[in-house]
Nanobody
Framework: QVQLVESGGGLAQAGGSLRLSCAAS????????MGWFRQAPGEQREFVAG????????KYADSVKGRFTISRDNAKNTVFLQMNSLKPEDTALYYC????????????????????WGQGTQVTVSS
């Protein structure tokens, strides 16, 4: 079992920044990949960013590439999502997720490949 708790969401103006955190517990944190997803009202939950267990490999959705940065601190069992140059279309409920199953180091973007989920943190970007 893995427990995930997100924090850091809130209200930001377009062009501003927010930093999300996700604290994990229950298994050796550095042994599994992590991802961030988001879901806007009436939309499907979509992949935002992923990071391997060691932190050496990352992947981003095209919509956030160059603006968002995913990172992790395995000593603190925490994964981060630094969001810069925010846009109103970034408004969503943001979830962190753990990819416990080892897929040979491959970072999947499909939510079905992630085994555990947090409750989400709301990000609202005003224009």
């Amino acid at each position: 079992q893995v427990q995930l708790v997100e924090s850091g969401g809130g209200l930001a103006q377009a062009g501003g920044s927010l930093r999300l955190s996700c604290a994990a517990s229950g298994r050796t944190f550095g042994s599994y990949a992590m991802g961030w997803f988001r879901q806007a009202p009436g939309e499907q939950r979509e992949f935002v960013a992923g990071i391997s267990g060691s932190g050496g490999t990352t992947k981003y959705a095209d919509s956030v590439k160059g603006r968002f940065t995913i990172s992790r601190d395995n000593a603190k069992n925490t994964v981060f999502l630094q969001m810069n140059s925010l846009k109103p279309e970034d408004t969503a409920l943001y979830y962190c997720a753990a990819q416990i199953t080892y897929y040979g180091g491959y970072l999947y973007t499909q939510r079905g490949r992630y085994d555990y989920w947090g409750q989400g943190t709301q990000v609202t970007v005003s224009s």
